[in-house]
């Protein structure tokens, strides 16, 4: 469904006498496909990492980043009836996703990773692939006629989907669930702002542009500064009961 919209936006980039969000198919089509494959890309890369982390071997490496790369895309589209999913018919996105994660073995063997890890190559990228699945299938969502409310959700659960995925393989507590930072939090602000800046004049890919680049600086600052939602805790350390 996305890259059926690219041609769309050779054509003419802003409908004129269309509302905002009806000039979204066409206006959009070019900054989806590139934030698809960069969420790809910076999803894969978080799994490859993590994978190195855990000993996997290298098959199990490529294999990893693939299913965290594609897992919240392919929830996006499950949620919206769009069946086959995304990389059925365009299996591009497996070999972005497999090549990204085996790029990052040579990197890592060579030490090339290692400089990386002073600006937590992990978290920044997947504070990217979350903001860019979010905005993505925020925009496929309204594509498809889905309210505002539905769109934020879709847009959400698209973003959360590769982190939970990667999370529960190697046995952890999903990030949105467990940490106190700003993640599903952060999702469902850039969900809201990409909503807000596609009524007004503003170019599509723009506000697009906007609402990914908030998502991330969010996350990152609430990762810097300790910000996040309290924590629900039943008992003390320690507590019999």
Same mark, same amino acid.
């Given at each position: 469904?996305?890259?059926?919209? /690219? +041609?769309?936006?050779?054509?003419?980039?802003?409908? #004129?006498? @269309?509302?905002?969000? @009806?000039?979204?198919?066409?206006?959009?089509?070019?900054?989806?496909? /590139?934030? #698809?494959?960069?969420?790809?890309?910076?999803?894969?890369?978080?799994?490859?990492? =993590?994978? +190195?982390?855990?000993?996997?071997?290298?098959?199990?490496?490529?294999?990893?980043?693939?299913?965290?790369?594609?897992?919240?895309?392919?929830?996006?589209?499950?949620?919206?009836?769009?069946?086959?999913?995304?990389?059925?018919?365009?299996?591009?996105?497996?070999? $972005?996703?497999?090549?990204?994660?085996?790029?990052?073995?040579? =990197?890592?063997?060579?030490?090339?990773?290692?400089? =990386? #890890?002073?600006?937590?190559?992990? #978290?920044?990228?997947?504070?990217?692939?979350?903001?860019?699945?979010?905005?993505?299938?925020?925009?496929?969502? !309204? *594509?498809?006629?889905?309210?505002?409310?539905?769109?934020?959700?879709?847009?959400?659960?698209?973003?959360?989907?590769?982190?939970?995925?990667?999370?529960? /393989?190697?046995?952890?507590?999903? *990030? $949105? =669930?467990?940490?106190?930072?700003?993640?599903?939090?952060?999702?469902?602000?850039?969900?809201?702002?990409?909503?807000? !800046?596609? @009524?007004?004049?503003?170019?599509?890919?723009?506000?697009?542009?906007?609402?990914?680049?908030?998502?991330?600086?969010?996350?990152?600052?609430? !990762?810097?500064? +300790?910000?996040?939602?309290?924590?629900?805790? /039943?008992?003390?350390?320690?507590?019999?009961?």
């Amino acid at each position: 469904m996305v890259h059926d919209v /690219i +041609g769309w936006l050779v054509a003419d980039l802003v409908v #004129q006498g @269309e509302s905002p969000r @009806e000039s979204v198919a066409d206006a959009l089509g070019v900054a989806q496909t /590139i934030i #698809q494959y960069a969420g790809t890309i910076a999803f894969a890369i978080s799994a490859a990492v =993590l994978a +190195g982390r855990r000993r996997m071997n290298v098959v199990g490496v490529v294999v990893f980043g693939v299913l965290v790369a594609v897992g919240g895309g392919t929830t996006r589209d499950i949620l919206l009836g769009d069946l086959p999913v995304y990389w059925v018919a365009d299996p591009a996105p497996l070999f $972005v996703a497999g090549l990204a994660a085996a790029v990052t073995i040579p =990197l890592a063997w060579t030490g090339g990773l290692s400089a =990386l #890890q002073r600006y937590d190559v992990v #978290q920044v990228s997947d504070s990217a692939g979350l903001a860019l699945f979010t905005v993505l299938g925020t925009n496929v969502a !309204l *594509e498809t006629g889905a309210g505002a409310v539905s769109a934020v959700l879709v847009g959400v659960v698209s973003g959360v989907g590769g982190g939970i995925i990667r999370d529960t /393989i190697v046995g952890r507590t999903p *990030e $949105v =669930l467990a940490s106190g930072s700003l993640y599903a939090s952060a999702a469902i602000g850039g969900s809201i702002l990409n909503l807000m !800046l596609l @009524e007004t004049s503003l170019w599509p890919p723009i506000a697009s542009t906007i609402a990914v680049a908030f998502i991330v600086i969010l996350r990152l600052l609430s !990762l810097h500064f +300790g910000w996040g939602v309290p924590r629900f805790v /039943i008992g003390r350390s320690g507590d019999s009961s």
